[in-house]
């Protein structure tokens, strides 16, 4: 792990009133960049070769003459062939060059290798480095171990398929589509066997996958991914705060659930198990009264990776969550860094987050707003690992 003693020592070459930041091109990488213009930061994207118009071309900056921005939030992209050339040396040492802080995104964690991230990525880099693994649920110590360590409320397990008694979401990856998800519902053994056997027919689950895959009892409810950020910087008021809620668009699960029953029923077989691909996002409230609860989880979470992982959480984190009958809560799932469905606040902010910072602050701007902080602060190292 890069200790922040060699952090440190990179940030003392740096500029800090010219800091610029840098983010792999995909995932909330709008939402980033957006944030940092409104605080007046620079802005690089880094691109891979096929994917680059949204930020070189069609969210470009136009800057005036006074260097105020007119029009976009991308100043500079970077195109290479693969994502992961950013581990290459000769690129890591521009970024260093151009006092480039980097923001993490589930993109970088998913093109790049933990191991690189931890090890051999020696850039500045906002929030917590030592906590990206925890998202990979080969890992010993996922995100479902914290959760555990915190007491906090996720869907319990089931070990053996043949002991499904009641409906259950199988938890494994698509075997075409390397980002994406192959998950699927079942209500018994034999419905597991069932859709187990078509979706390996068809190519989308593999057997090894299948084997590793999580099987957890799936609670009946909407979903709510709530948005944290957590300011170690914040001395005279709660360092907790909630920024905004969203919920997913999935392909094709949304599309199914729009057909009649007595429609879905004459789908032929290939079309009959929906896929649980995110394509979008949408906004959300949530009541109330729900409001502490939803500060109960963030801040046992809080507590548990300052136990686990030192430092512990650093500003943004999602955690992805339903609400059954009862209005309990149950994480399904976490995002120890940006989530991905705060590309929905761009430029008009989060509801909650306007409402505490009396402006629009979407997760991008909440960002920038803390670098921004640290750098008059002299605290950088406090929110850079």
């Not at 494994?172 to 994406?180: G, I």
């Not at 959480?313 to 009862?326: A, E, H, N, R, S």
Request: aromatic content about 10%; proline content about 4%.
């Amino acid at each position: 792990m890069i200790e922040r003693s060699e952090i440190a020592k990179i940030l003392e070459n740096y500029e800090r009133l010219r800091l610029r930041i840098g983010v792999t091109a995909s995932h909330s990488a709008l939402d980033i960049c957006d944030g940092a213009i409104e605080e007046g930061f620079s802005t690089v994207a880094y691109c891979q070769k096929g994917r680059e118009k949204t930020y070189s071309e069609y969210f470009k900056t136009q800057r005036t003459g006074s260097g105020r921005v007119r029009r976009g939030m991308v100043d500079k992209a970077i195109i290479m062939d693969k994502f992961n050339d950013i581990m290459n040396e000769k690129m890591q040492r521009q970024m260093r060059d151009r006092n480039v802080i980097y923001i993490p995104n589930r993109s970088f964690s998913s093109y790049s290798s933990i191991d690189d991230i931890e090890n051999n990525f020696k850039i500045p880099m906002f929030g917590s480095r030592n906590m990206l693994r925890m998202e990979e649920r080969t890992e010993e110590q996922d995100y479902y171990w914290l959760l555990e360590k915190a007491g906090l409320p996720f869907p319990e397990s089931i070990e053996n398929p043949e002991d499904i008694d009641c409906l259950v979401i199988v938890k494994l990856h698509h075997s075409q589509k390397k980002l994406e998800r192959g998950f699927f519902t079942c209500a018994s053994y034999e419905e597991y066997v069932e859709k187990s056997q078509t979706l390996l027919k068809s190519g989308v689950i593999d057997q090894e996958s299948l084997d590793g895959a999580r099987i957890e009892r799936y609670v009946i409810g909407p979903v709510f991914n709530l948005n944290f950020f957590y300011s170690p910087l914040e001395e005279d008021l709660p360092k907790l705060e909630l920024l905004g809620v969203d919920w997913r668009f999935e392909s094709s699960l949304d599309g199914h659930v729009r057909l009649p029953a007595p429609q879905q029923m004459t789908l032929p077989q290939h079309q009959m198990i929906p896929e649980m691909t995110v394509v979008g996002h949408n906004t959300a409230t949530i009541r109330e009264s729900l409001l502490e609860n939803a500060f109960a989880l963030g801040e046992k979470f809080v507590e548990a990776s300052k136990q686990h992982y030192d430092p512990g959480v650093i500003g943004p984190f999602c955690l992805q969550t339903c609400i059954d009958k009862d209005m309990n809560y149950s994480i399904y799932d976490v995002a120890p860094r940006l989530g991905g469905g705060t590309n929905v606040h761009l430029n008009m902010g989060h509801p909650y987050g306007n409402a505490t910072w009396r402006k629009p602050v979407s997760s991008g701007r909440r960002i920038a707003i803390e670098l921004r902080r640290a750098v008059e602060q002299d605290r950088l190292l406090e929110v850079l690992t």
